[in-house]
C-alpha cells in the first residue's frame, strides 16, 4: 500500500505525461539496445533524449542515431546530399560518398 501510495504522490509532482507506444520487434530491441548502451534509466529516457536531441553523457550515441536516420532519408529519396538547417539559422550538410 505505501507503494502505491508514494507512486501516485510521486506521478502528481511530476510534470510529465504518461503515453503508450507500440513497437516492432526490431523498432523494441533497438531501443533496448540503445537503452543498454547509453546506461539509460529506462526506454522512455532514450525515447526523450531522442526527441529532444539531448546528448546526455553520451553524444557519440546519439551522433550514431542521426548518422543512421540521415543514411536511411538518403536512401529512401535518392539523394546522395541534402542541406539541413536548424533553429538557430546554421547549416548542416549531410553527403553520403
Do not use: Y
Request: net charge positive.
Amino acid at each position: 500500500m505505501a507503494k502505491a501510495e508514494h507512486q501516485r504522490n510521486w506521478r502528481a509532482r511530476d510534470h510529465k505525461k504518461t503515453i503508450q507506444v507500440r513497437l516492432c520487434s526490431e523498432a523494441l530491441s533497438r531501443l533496448d539496445n540503445f537503452t543498454a548502451r547509453i546506461g539509460a534509466r529506462g526506454r522512455a529516457e532514450v525515447i526523450e533524449r531522442l526527441l529532444l536531441a539531448d546528448p546526455g553523457d553520451h553524444p557519440e550515441a546519439l551522433f550514431n542515431e542521426a548518422i543512421r536516420l540521415g543514411r536511411a532519408a538518403l536512401l529512401a529519396t535518392g539523394q546522395t546530399e541534402a542541406a539541413l538547417r536548424d533553429t538557430g539559422g546554421a547549416v548542416f550538410v549531410l553527403r553520403r560518398e
